[in-house]
């Protein structure tokens, strides 16, 4: 039977293998072994502070954020699921997975929401990049490590590259979204009273799309953690290390240990990041004001009915 392979066959796997190997590689493995050097500082600076850290005291200081972000209830399962986490025998490889991911959602930080601002001032630059995080998000995670290995090496910080390529799609989708869905009538009338861009932007957009940027933090962070036990497989360490090692080994038990630790994490981490992207976080003028809400001590709510009487 007659197929367009009889007439044409693109040898597509030899091209990427000479553009990849032949080109890339040789000219510009140095320059991108060169853009490590901030991922390692942060790495390096936060894995052993976090280690540093006594167990009781880096409980009692995460419990304290969940009981001021999230409540009293997540407050009470953070300190017992760290417990859990030390008790069980995995803390440090629980300080250095947290090291990893936080490294992983500063960058996606520090990189996307940039984007996101840009993309949502402009269509032109918007239709560029969304096929370019199409792209992102449609590869499979496995496909990220042969580049990654074969530009910047194997070790912990070309799996947290990985993990930083992987969970930025998200977090600039909703800066671009939120920023997008503020009411043109209040950008108007901030216009009108003379508002700058940059006032508008800071004291207007930002705040009023914090919820929604907030959702693409915690959409990022949870993609950060699904890649760690991946990016154990080029040398990242922590649970993910575990987990990978207990399945080579058939090691049922410490491979479920990691498991279970990398998903307390993340319950941890989705309940706080969900808490801060609640509406009553964000009722502010402004993102100071936003931000020092969280610290902030809650006034009882006046009763209408007594102060009318």
């Known amino acids: 039977m ?3 392979s009889d007439l044409l066959t693109i040898p597509l796997n030899e091209w990427v293998n000479s553009f990849v190997r032949d080109w890339l590689v040789p000219n510009f493995r140095p320059f991108f072994r060169s853009l490590q050097w901030p991922v390692t500082l942060v790495l390096n600076n936060l894995d052993a502070f976090l ?38 025998g995995l803390w440090p490889e629980t300080m250095t997975t947290l090291s990893m991911v936080v490294t992983a959602v500063f960058f996606c930080t520090v990189i996307g929401i940039p984007l996101g601002i840009i993309a949502a001032g402009s269509d032109r630059f918007q239709m560029v990049l969304r ?7 449609t590869i499979p995670s496995f496909v990220y490590l042969v580049p990654i290995v074969m530009l910047f090496g194997v070790g912990m910080v070309p799996g947290i590259i990985a993990t930083i390529i992987f969970a930025l799609p998200p977090i600039i989708r909703l800066t671009n979204l939120g920023i997008r869905n503020v009411r043109h009538d209040l950008i108007e009338a901030a216009q009108t009273f003379g508002s700058t861009r940059w006032q508008m932007l800071w004291d207007l957009q930002f ?11 915690n959409q990022t962070l949870m993609l950060a953690l699904s890649m760690v036990v991946i990016a154990a497989m080029i040398g990242a360490g922590g649970l993910g290390l575990v987990v990978f090692t207990g399945l080579g080994r058939l090691d049922v038990g410490n491979a479920t240990a990691g498991g279970v630790g990398i998903v307390l994490i993340a319950i941890i981490l989705d309940r706080i990041t969900q808490a801060l992207g609640e509406q009553r976080q964000v009722r502010t003028t402004s993102l100071f004001a936003t931000l020092k809400q969280l610290f902030s001590v809650s006034a009882p709510p006046v009763d209408r009915t007594e102060r009318a009487g």
């Open 2 to 4: 007659f197929s367009p």
């Open 131 to 137: 096929p370019v995080l199409d792209i992102m998000q």
């Open 51 to 88: 280690n540093a850290v006594p167990m009781l005291a880096f409980t009692a200081v995460l419990a304290l954020v969940a009981w001021r972000t999230a409540g009293h209830r997540v407050a009470i399962f953070t300190a017992i699921a760290l417990c859990f986490i030390d008790m069980i």
């Open 207 to 217: 705040p009023l799309a914090l919820r929604t940027i907030m959702a693409g933090l």
